[in-house]
């Protein structure tokens, strides 16, 4: 289950990234996307996020 959410967490950020370099323009990423993010970072804190990556 973690693999499938990090592997999507890389796959969505780099649609965005590409998405920006195409137009040129660099943009904020939208709200739900920092939501994904945060969420992340909120489970890495856990005990069970921080044992995951050793």
Same mark, same amino acid.
């Given at each position: 289950? %973690? ?5 999507? #967490?890389? $796959? ?11 137009? +040129? =323009?660099? %943009? ?5 996307? #920092?939501? $994904? ?11 069970? +996020? =921080?044992?995951?990556?050793?």
């Amino acid at each position: 289950m %973690k693999d499938k959410y990090l592997l999507f #967490l890389i $796959v969505a950020f780099g649609f965005v990234a590409c998405d920006n370099l195409q137009d +040129g =323009q660099v %943009k904020v990423p939208d709200k739900e996307a #920092l939501m $994904v993010l945060d969420n992340y970072y909120s489970w890495r804190r856990t005990a069970e +996020g =921080q044992g995951w990556a050793e």
